[in-house]
């Protein structure tokens, strides 16, 4: 039985004002205060009056969708949307909880969450509406069931996707009232409506929504579909990463050998014309595009190794680095008894999950190659070492 | 999301600052200080991009202070060291409740009799590996252990970003350098 309140000047405060415990104390009271002046709505007329309750709505813009839970029905439902609601909204759905009045109390699922909080709406289903409604601002709206009233249809997805719209304005709301807020959420039909099991569905979704977009950032993972397997792949590219990190900063520290790293001269290159102006001491120049540019380094450097280092440099050959080949780099044999090294391949990086033996056995080449050899400073001291970093695909 | 461009010119910044006192204060370092000054370096301009507004940034910069070698040069790298009241404060923060909630799981998963009772083995399984791999990623990601599902995927997200930006400044200057080398004039 439904029992529509007309929103009277008691909920006047803004949504955002309230907490949602506030808010319930005050519908019981309203529906104390209707209770014996109202009839009792059926639930067909439940529809109607959400839609044209006009008539008995005030100037007050929530619109807070309570409605009661009906009796006979086996599932509770209830309504989870935005705290904040358009203003626009002159749909009515004010009810009280059954649990006060003398209805048949539906399941009122309450969850009491620290971190948010939402207007809950236990409704009817007998006309088998499920809704989910977002959370956190990403909305999934499934209005799954047809609705008797097609306008009051389109009323509740204007009123959810409106609510999602001003969600920030509510999220700032809930971090404010955090102290005794409650989660509403509606229990889909045929599952649980234990309160723990939708607390963990809610969580569920939660975690499910943000392996969405871990999705996106590693590579490789649209494939896969289940948690397992892209836990796995996450790990791996994480795992990749890392060690790329170690490797190159062996490499840095192999090939300056007093860590000087001259920014100023390493932009008033040729290799950097475009960044070659008034560098700051130790600040970047403001448009640095060096990472930007790894394809003209690439190029580069080509010439400048074949030119400059003639007699010492067999073959270079390079390749783009959108291409993903390797890259040579190899040297003569320089007189260093200890690396007698011909080539190294060097292969251009691209993350995959197959690097992991071989970026160990790099490692334990580098490492090894850092403790034996006693390194005078030569001028070619950090090539030698850098083209000993074999590393391969 | 950030801007990707703007995150890596602070991160180089932030680095060459770091490795630039790191040489002011030791002179002639073997490969492996080197690279271990580098790597530190680069983690902590890493971290300090994301202003701490992230809980692995912090547990990074946390662990590099506590540990004792690097301390002096955390505390210089980060510009003003903060007062020790502070740090202390925060690592206690940091720890106690956490300690708490890590000895708990630890004591729950150990004593927990694991037994598929109506559901279905093959579902048992799954949920056992998802757990595995779950643990697995909280040992990668600094700071990982004591985080819940929600807020690992999100730090996770947070920090392959970070990864992915700090690989690619490195590469190039790596390449840079070599460049250097090979041609000095």
Redesign the interface.
């Known amino acids: 039985m439904l029992h529509c309140l007309n929103g009277s000047g008691n909920l006047g405060a803004s949504c955002s004002d309230m907490t949602v415990l506030e808010r319930q104390t005050k519908w019981q009271q309203q529906q104390h205060h209707h209770e014996n002046h109202q009839p009792y709505i059926s639930a067909t007329e439940f529809h109607v009056n959400l839609v044209f309750s006009s008539s008995s709505s005030n100037n007050h813009p929530q619109s807070q969708g309570s409605v009661m839970a009906r009796d006979g029905s086996a599932l509770g439902e209830v309504l989870a949307h935005s705290v904040n609601p358009d203003p626009g909204f002159c749909t009515e759905l004010d009810a009280g909880f059954g649990s006060s009045s003398g209805f048949l109390p539906k399941e009122n699922i309450k969850k009491r969450k620290a971190q948010n909080s939402k207007v809950a709406a236990e409704s009817d289903n007998k006309d088998k509406r499920v809704k989910m409604s977002g959370e956190e601002g990403e909305s999934r709206v499934t209005n799954q069931t047809s609705n008797k009233n097609g306008k009051s249809n389109a009323n509740k997805n204007n009123r959810e996707t409106s609510a999602d719209s001003s969600k920030d304005n509510s999220k700032i709301s809930e971090v404010q009232n955090q102290k005794s807020e409650y989660i509403h959420v509606r229990a889909r039909r045929g599952q649980a409506t234990d309160s723990h099991s939708l607390a963990e569905r809610v969580?569920r979704e939660?975690?499910s929504e943000?392996?969405k977009?871990?999705q996106d950032?590693?590579p490789g993972c649209n494939k896969i579909a289940?948690?397992?397997g892209m836990?796995?792949e996450?790990?791996n590219?994480?795992?990749s990463?890392?060690r790329?990190?170690?490797f190159?900063?062996?490499?840095?520290?192999?090939?300056?050998?007093?860590?000087?790293?001259?920014?100023e001269?390493?932009f008033a290159?040729e290799?950097?014309p475009s960044c070659a102006q008034g560098l700051p001491n130790?600040?970047?120049p403001s448009d640095?595009s060096?990472?930007?540019t790894?394809s003209y380094?690439?190029f580069?450097?080509t010439q400048?190794?074949v030119s400059?280092?003639g007699g010492l440099i067999n073959n270079a050959g390079m390749s783009p680095p959108n291409m993903g080949l390797r890259r040579n780099i190899s040297t003569t044999p320089v007189p260093l008894p200890e690396m007698s090294l011909d080539s190294s391949c060097f292969a251009q990086?691209l993350p995959s999950s197959n690097w992991e033996g071989d970026f160990q056995s790099l490692y334990n080449v580098a490492?090894d190659q850092?403790r034996t050899a006693s390194?005078p400073s030569q001028?070619?001291t950090?090539?030698v070492e850098?083209s000993n970093l074999k590393m391969e695909m | 999301m950030r801007n990707i461009n703007s995150v890596k010119r602070e991160f180089l910044k932030k680095w060459m600052w770091g490795i630039r006192k790191y040489s002011s204060q030791k002179k002639n370092m073997s490969l492996l200080e080197r690279k271990k000054a580098i790597k530190l370096s680069a983690d902590l301009a890493m971290a300090s991009t994301r202003n701490k507004t992230t809980r692995w940034s912090k547990a990074l910069i946390a662990n590099a202070s506590k540990d004792g070698n690097n301390k002096v040069h955390t505390e210089h790298v980060l510009g003003s060291s903060p007062p020790p009241r502070r740090v202390r404060k925060s690592s206690t923060n940091y720890s106690h409740g956490t300690r708490i909630r890590s000895c708990r799981n630890t004591w729950r998963r150990n004593r927990a009799v694991h037994r598929p009772k109506d559901r279905s083995v093959a579902s048992f399984i799954a949920k056992k590996l998802v757990q595995k791999r779950t643990r697995r990623l909280k040992s990668l990601l600094p700071g990982g252990e004591f985080m819940d599902g929600v807020s690992l995927v999100e730090e996770t997200l947070d920090y392959i970003q970070s990864l992915k930006a700090q690989v690619e400044v490195m590469r190039c200057l790596v390449t840079a350098s070599e460049l250097m080398i090979l041609n000095p004039s």
């Open positions: 969580r939660k975690i943000r392996m977009y871990l950032l590693v289940g948690k397992a836990l796995d996450i790990i590219y994480v795992q990463l890392q790329q990190v170690e190159l900063s062996m490499k840095l520290a192999a090939v300056n050998p007093r860590l000087d790293f001259n920014i001269e390493l290159k290799v950097f130790i600040g970047m640095m060096m990472c930007n790894p380094l690439q580069n450097s400048q190794l400059c280092c990086i490492f850092g390194f001028p070619f950090g090539l850098s």
